[in-house]
């Protein structure tokens, strides 16, 4: 009987201590509320002076959270467009760590029951389960980054969006040529032995078109210039990315650039002092030495232009794709610590091209397939288990990426480029 | 001249009265909300009562929230059910991950491979046939080698899970859609043909109801059948198992086969009933978890509704807790971490006593 007592008084000191934790909370909680109405109260006299936005709530889904470069480039964007549109925080909603699964569609139809006008999702696994949810709330628009299916599947709400990132990596490749270039004049290499190392995450188109328009860029400045790429099979393998860099550094390689979200690559480049170009924003901080540039899409651009749209009541087209003009293609600050004299100003000079449109990336005269110009190429633009090819993308002298649908299609093995694992 | 003892003893209680052994349990959630309150006061200044509801929110928000629950629970149950007449025979089968994924790839193959060879509910029926198939090989590969060689089953089946996530890598690539790109999506999306189909307009409930009866078989087959019998003798002591005439080559087989049989199951459910596609992600560590679910219950198939349904609620809160606070999931986890340290360990109260070591002389 004693024991039980004894039990039961632990018990009531629990129930106290919980009690006594709950007084200061609920204090706390009291300004809370008034500071709610305190924010109610302007938001309503706001929406008397006809704010565009007050009814608007979007949402995001990603597929980590702050800590993977890719997602966090993501978030960054969601909240700039944000700050640009004078959302209220409780206007955004953003779910992270939504895996690429049944949970995805959970996760939009929920973020749909709590009113949002928007979902937007980040990864391109995301896309068929982001499609199914489509299908159940037609009065909600789902957009989808990296995607292929808005255009085939042809929903009123369902669209897919990417940006000219080849363009980025184009001009990141100009300054990846420049710091070949001083170094070759330094001595420290023959002009021949130039060769360019990247660590890949797929055979995917995206990944293709993205070495293939560094390479470009750097051949452009630096002629002697070759490449090989090292595939790794992981979009986020931070021990892989290591190994890979440190392969290619081990099998010569000057200089090394990557196209995987985790910062494996950039510290083996510093560990061995490699200069780095990297991606999906700087890595400066940890890479003081060897960091270049650094190419990235910003995201802000796409979600304030959709959410103008849902507001204005314009229909959003299928595929949209970013550029440097929309703001869309970003370059980091130059590292002038590693980075050849004058990167800066030869990748102005490409940008004004770009933006006057005599400048193309996959112009046909600068690479050969097999030995020879590309004159004809047909993409799996609708993709299919099949893979079958069904558009002509070799027009008016260039291959035409990312203009018959949003997410690139090049995936052309030119000459120059070795790739040195062929299994993912 | 008197030894000297140690003030405390720890010795083996008698069994407990039933109502005890859940008050220490209560006791010891309430300690354990308090001590994470604390935590989660100290490291991030939010209201702890806040966090807690913001947890009860992650499960019981709304009916779509409640049938995610279920569904959730379900599965995990499905594959805690699976391990656990495997863990009574004492073999320690962690390859539940592997099993329920090899029988997921086998229903994705079906749904890929035999659209519009036969009607949905026979593909349906070829796809349940498939991956339990799947699993109970995947099963039985380490039992066979237990049996026959007495390898060592934890290393065994935990490598066949890398084998299985291997194979599951291989396939999502070769039938990635467009070319190259890792994923191969919702699997007929338009024709609907292999998936369950809904059950009044729920389309998780023949899931639920599956694992139901799943549940009440393998209690029964534990509590009253021979076979359950046998393999708690086995496990028990395989010595006592062969002097009274059990075969014990062919009951760890035999086990193991079931085992492996209901993560394929499992599988099933999830690559027909939920995702309808197939990554190596799609069991997402629930072979592992299961493990927990099952020991925390004892092996007990209706206590294991509880404890999957804890930890469940507790994955689900902390997904809300990221989302609405703004705290990062990695802080929910420290929290569902100190909530299982808690319950784990209250065990150890309701199993053994601490005694005054003086006091139990004199009451002699």
């Given at each position: 009987?004693?024991?039980?007592?004894?039990?039961?008084?632990a018990a009531?000191m629990?129930?106290?201590?919980?009690?006594?934790g709950?007084?200061?909370?609920s204090?706390?909680?009291?300004?809370e509320?008034?500071?709610?109405?305190a924010?109610?109260a302007?938001?309503?006299?706001?929406?008397?002076?006809?704010?565009?936005?007050a009814?608007?709530?979007?949402?995001?889904?990603?597929?980590?959270?702050?800590?993977?470069?890719?997602?966090?480039?993501f978030?960054n964007?969601?909240?700039?467009?944000?700050?640009?549109?004078g959302?209220?925080?409780?206007q955004?909603?953003?779910?992270?760590n939504?895996?690429?699964s049944?949970d995805?569609?959970?996760?939009?139809?929920?973020?749909?029951?709590?009113?949002?006008?928007?979902v937007?999702?980040?990864s391109?696994?995301?896309?068929s389960f982001?499609?199914?949810?489509a299908k159940?709330?037609?009065?909600?628009?789902?957009?989808?980054?990296?995607?292929?299916?808005?255009?085939?599947?042809?929903?009123?709400?369902?669209h897919?969006?990417f940006?000219s990132?080849?363009?980025?990596?184009?001009l990141a490749?100009i300054?990846?040529?420049?710091?070949?270039?001083?170094?070759?004049?330094a001595?420290?290499?023959?002009?021949?032995d130039?060769?360019?190392?990247?660590v890949?995450?797929f055979?995917?188109?995206e990944?293709i078109?993205?070495?293939t328009?560094?390479?470009?860029?750097a051949?452009?400045?630096?002629p002697?210039?070759?490449?090989?790429?090292?595939?790794?099979?992981?979009?986020?393998?931070?021990a892989?990315?290591?190994e890979?860099?440190?392969?290619l550094?081990?099998?010569?390689c000057k200089?090394?650039?990557?196209?995987?979200?985790?910062?494996?690559?950039?510290t083996?480049?510093?560990?061995?002092?490699?200069?780095?170009?990297?991606?999906?924003?700087?890595?400066?901080a940890?890479?003081?030495?060897?960091?270049?540039?650094?190419?990235?899409i910003?995201?802000?651009?796409y979600?304030e232009?959709?959410?103008?749209?849902?507001?204005?009541?314009?229909?959003?087209?299928?595929?949209?794709?970013?550029?440097i003009?929309?703001?869309?293609?970003l370059?980091?600050d130059?590292n002038?610590?590693?980075?050849?004299?004058?990167?800066?100003?030869?990748?102005?000079?490409?940008?004004?091209?770009?933006?006057?449109?005599?400048?193309?990336?996959?112009?046909?005269?600068t690479?050969t397939v097999?030995?020879?110009?590309q004159t004809?190429?047909?993409?799996?633009v609708?993709?299919?288990?099949?893979?079958?090819?069904?558009t002509?993308?070799?027009?008016?002298g260039?291959?035409?990426?990312?203009?018959f649908?949003?997410?690139?299609?090049?995936?052309?093995?030119?000459?120059g480029?070795t790739?040195?694992?062929?299994?993912? | 001249?008197?030894?000297?003892?140690?003030?405390f003893?720890?010795a083996?209680?008698?069994?407990?009265?039933f109502w005890?052994?859940?008050?220490?349990r209560?006791?010891?959630?309430l300690?354990?909300l308090?001590?994470?309150g604390?935590?989660s006061?100290?490291?991030?200044?939010?209201?702890p009562?806040?966090i807690?509801?913001?947890?009860?929110?992650?499960s019981?928000?709304?009916?779509?929230?409640?049938?995610?629950?279920?569904?959730?629970?379900?599965i995990?149950?499905?594959?805690?059910?699976?391990?656990?007449?495997?863990?009574?025979?004492?073999?320690?089968?962690?390859?539940?991950e592997?099993?329920?994924?090899?029988g997921g790839?086998?229903?994705?193959?079906?749904?890929?491979?035999?659209e519009?060879a036969?009607?949905s509910?026979?593909?349906?029926?070829?796809?349940?046939?498939?991956?339990?198939l799947?699993?109970?090989?995947?099963?039985?590969?380490p039992?066979?080698?237990k049996a026959?060689w007495?390898?060592?089953?934890t290393?065994?089946?935990?490598?066949?899970?890398?084998?299985?996530?291997?194979?599951?890598s291989y396939?999502?690539?070769i039938?990635?859609?467009?070319?190259?790109s890792?994923k191969?999506?919702?699997?007929?999306?338009?024709?609907?043909?292999?998936?369950?189909p809904?059950l009044?307009?729920?389309?998780?409930?023949i899931?639920i109801l599956?694992?139901?009866a799943?549940?009440?078989i393998?209690?029964?087959?534990?509590?009253?059948?021979k076979h359950?019998?046998?393999?708690?003798?086995v496990g028990?002591s395989?010595?006592?198992?062969?002097?009274?005439g059990?075969?014990?080559?062919?009951?760890?087989?035999?086990?193991?086969?079931?085992?492996g049989?209901l993560?394929?199951?499992?599988?099933?459910l999830l690559?027909?009933g939920?995702?309808?596609?197939?990554?190596?992600n799609?069991?997402?560590?629930?072979?592992?978890?299961?493990?927990?679910?099952?020991?925390?219950?004892?092996?007990n198939p209706?206590s294991?509704?509880?404890?999957?349904?804890?930890?469940?609620?507790?994955?689900?809160?902390?997904?809300?807790?990221?989302?609405?606070?703004g705290?990062?999931?990695?802080?929910?986890d420290?929290?569902?971490?100190?909530?299982?340290f808690?319950i784990?360990g209250?065990e150890?109260?309701?199993?053994?006593?601490?005694?005054?070591?003086?006091?139990?002389?004199?009451?002699?």
């Amino acid at each position: 009987m004693k024991k039980i007592l004894a039990l039961l008084l632990a018990a009531v000191m629990v129930f106290a201590l919980v009690a006594c934790g709950g007084t200061p909370a609920s204090t706390d909680a009291a300004p809370e509320t008034t500071a709610d109405n305190a924010d109610a109260a302007p938001a309503t006299t706001e929406a008397v002076e006809v704010n565009p936005y007050a009814d608007v709530k979007v949402g995001l889904i990603c597929l980590h959270d702050e800590n993977s470069t890719y997602d966090l480039n993501f978030i960054n964007g969601f909240k700039e467009m944000q700050a640009n549109l004078g959302l209220a925080d409780n206007q955004i909603v953003i779910k992270t760590n939504i895996p690429e699964s049944n949970d995805c569609y959970e996760a939009a139809a929920d973020l749909a029951d709590e009113g949002c006008t928007v979902v937007f999702a980040d990864s391109f696994g995301h896309e068929s389960f982001l499609l199914q949810a489509a299908k159940e709330f037609p009065n909600v628009q789902f957009c989808h980054a990296t995607g292929t299916m808005a255009h085939t599947e042809k929903l009123d709400n369902f669209h897919n969006a990417f940006a000219s990132i080849y363009e980025g990596r184009y001009l990141a490749g100009i300054a990846a040529g420049m710091k070949l270039n001083e170094m070759i004049a330094a001595g420290q290499f023959a002009a021949e032995d130039a060769v360019i190392g990247y660590v890949g995450a797929f055979t995917y188109a995206e990944v293709i078109s993205g070495y293939t328009s560094f390479f470009l860029g750097a051949r452009s400045v630096c002629p002697t210039a070759t490449m090989k790429v090292q595939f790794t099979g992981s979009w986020y393998d931070e021990a892989g990315e290591k190994e890979a860099a440190t392969k290619l550094i081990n099998d010569g390689c000057k200089l090394i650039s990557q196209h995987a979200d985790s910062m494996g690559a950039p510290t083996a480049c510093e560990t061995a002092g490699i200069p780095n170009v990297s991606y999906n924003g700087s890595t400066v901080a940890a890479c003081p030495n060897t960091f270049i540039v650094s190419s990235r899409i910003n995201w802000a651009p796409y979600y304030e232009f959709v959410v103008n749209a849902v507001v204005n009541g314009e229909t959003i087209p299928a595929d949209w794709t970013g550029s440097i003009s929309t703001g869309s293609v970003l370059l980091t600050d130059v590292n002038t610590a590693a980075a050849a004299e004058g990167t800066q100003a030869a990748i102005d000079a490409a940008i004004e091209a770009f933006k006057a449109g005599t400048l193309h990336v996959f112009a046909t005269d600068t690479y050969t397939v097999d030995g020879a110009a590309q004159t004809s190429y047909m993409a799996d633009v609708d993709s299919d288990a099949a893979y079958t090819p069904d558009t002509e993308v070799v027009v008016d002298g260039y291959f035409h990426e990312s203009e018959f649908r949003s997410a690139p299609y090049f995936d052309v093995r030119i000459d120059g480029i070795t790739t040195l694992n062929q299994a993912f | 001249m008197k030894m000297r003892e140690p003030l405390f003893h720890i010795a083996k209680r008698r069994r407990m009265d039933f109502w005890k052994a859940w008050l220490i349990r209560i006791v010891a959630v309430l300690f354990a909300l308090v001590v994470s309150g604390l935590v989660s006061y100290l490291l991030t200044k939010t209201n702890p009562i806040e966090i807690y509801q913001t947890m009860w929110k992650g499960s019981f928000k709304n009916a779509r929230y409640i049938w995610n629950l279920a569904q959730g629970i379900a599965i995990l149950l499905c594959v805690s059910l699976a391990v656990t007449p495997a863990f009574k025979m004492r073999f320690w089968n962690i390859g539940a991950e592997g099993q329920a994924l090899i029988g997921g790839l086998v229903a994705a193959t079906c749904m890929l491979k035999l659209e519009g060879a036969m009607p949905s509910w026979l593909l349906i029926l070829v796809m349940l046939c498939g991956s339990m198939l799947a699993g109970a090989i995947w099963g039985l590969v380490p039992a066979v080698f237990k049996a026959k060689w007495g390898t060592n089953e934890t290393l065994f089946t935990l490598m066949m899970n890398y084998i299985a996530i291997q194979i599951v890598s291989y396939f999502t690539y070769i039938w990635a859609v467009p070319a190259g790109s890792g994923k191969i999506g919702i699997i007929n999306q338009k024709s609907q043909i292999g998936w369950l189909p809904a059950l009044f307009g729920q389309k998780y409930l023949i899931n639920i109801l599956v694992v139901l009866a799943v549940t009440v078989i393998i209690f029964v087959y534990l509590k009253y059948s021979k076979h359950g019998y046998e393999l708690s003798v086995v496990g028990e002591s395989e010595n006592t198992a062969r002097y009274i005439g059990i075969n014990v080559k062919k009951v760890i087989i035999r086990t193991m086969i079931l085992s492996g049989a209901l993560c394929g199951l499992a599988g099933f459910l999830l690559v027909a009933g939920t995702d309808h596609t197939i990554d190596s992600n799609t069991v997402a560590g629930r072979g592992f978890t299961a493990i927990m679910v099952s020991w925390l219950a004892k092996f007990n198939p209706f206590s294991m509704i509880l404890t999957s349904l804890l930890i469940v609620f507790l994955q689900r809160g902390a997904g809300q807790v990221a989302t609405d606070m703004g705290l990062n999931e990695s802080f929910s986890d420290i929290i569902t971490g100190i909530i299982i340290f808690f319950i784990i360990g209250c065990e150890f109260f309701i199993n053994y006593q601490i005694k005054r070591t003086g006091r139990r002389e004199e009451s002699k």
